[in-house]
């Protein structure tokens, strides 16, 4: 049988727009009146900004956590770098949207903290798939071995994936930050086909 991986953010489940979402919904607690574009273009240069600082981002880039992402992981992991993560997280999350606020002149810790841990939350409930998922992955699921091939932070990665029901359709699932190592690097194609016992695999995968 022939083997298809599988891309997962916004390739099979809407990633950036749900963040976006997420955004524009914390940000309506507050009654500020705020440019919700221009604060979503601020709050991710500003996690950017935060983000290239750490120690932890030679790390983070090898496995392809991106900075957004990091607002509302947990980082669960047995790996020292997920160890450092977890205690500098709750600080990246408050500094990113401290700064941010500040920038639209709400100098509050106190709200930069609540929204810091609102985002983290609504970003939780948010894994919608695109329209044509399910249809394509149940069609394929007959005639095809399938496997998805993801970066980013495992924790993250399987909320996703058990959020929008999606663990049913795959044979293996291969996460960057369960190995090391992120797409394009060969090594975790490797994992992947030895995963699915696939000598030949047709790729398809999209870039954020």
């Known amino acids: ?9 916004d390739t099979l489940i809407v990633e950036w727009k749900s ?4 955004f524009i919904e914390t940000i309506g607690q507050i009654d500020h009146k705020i440019d919700i574009d221009e604060f979503i273009k601020t709050i991710r240069g500003q996690a950017k900004e935060l983000w290239y600082k750490l120690p932890t981002i030679d790390f983070c880039l090898n496995i392809g956590i991106s900075s957004w992402e990091a607002l509302w992981a947990e980082f669960d992991g047995n790996d020292n770098h997920y160890k450092i ?17 500040i920038k639209f002149n709400i100098n509050n ?7 810091s841990l609102e985002f983290k939350k609504i970003r939780d409930t948010k894994h919608k798939l695109f329209p044509e998922t399910k249809g394509t992955l149940d069609k394929f699921k007959s005639l095809f071995k ?16 058990n959020g929008g029901n999606l663990k049913h359709f795959f044979n293996y699932i291969t996460i960057s930050g369960e190995h090391g190592y992120a797409k394009p690097n060969k090594r975790l194609f490797d994992i992947a ?10 790729c398809h995968y999209g870039w954020r």
Request: proline share 3%; no cysteine; hydrophobic share 40%.
């Open 1 to 9: 049988m022939d083997t298809v991986l599988f891309d997962l953010d």
């Open 19 to 22: 963040a976006e979402e997420s």
């Open 85 to 101: 993560l977890r205690d500098l997280s709750a600080n990246y999350r408050f500094e990113t949207w401290n700064q941010t606020l």
């Open 109 to 115: 810790p106190d709200v930069a903290n609540k929204l």
């Open 146 to 161: 399938l496997g998805i091939i993801t970066n980013g932070a495992p924790d993250l990665q399987w909320k996703k994936i």
């Open 193 to 202: 086909m030895d995963g699915l016992k696939a000598k030949k695999i047709k």
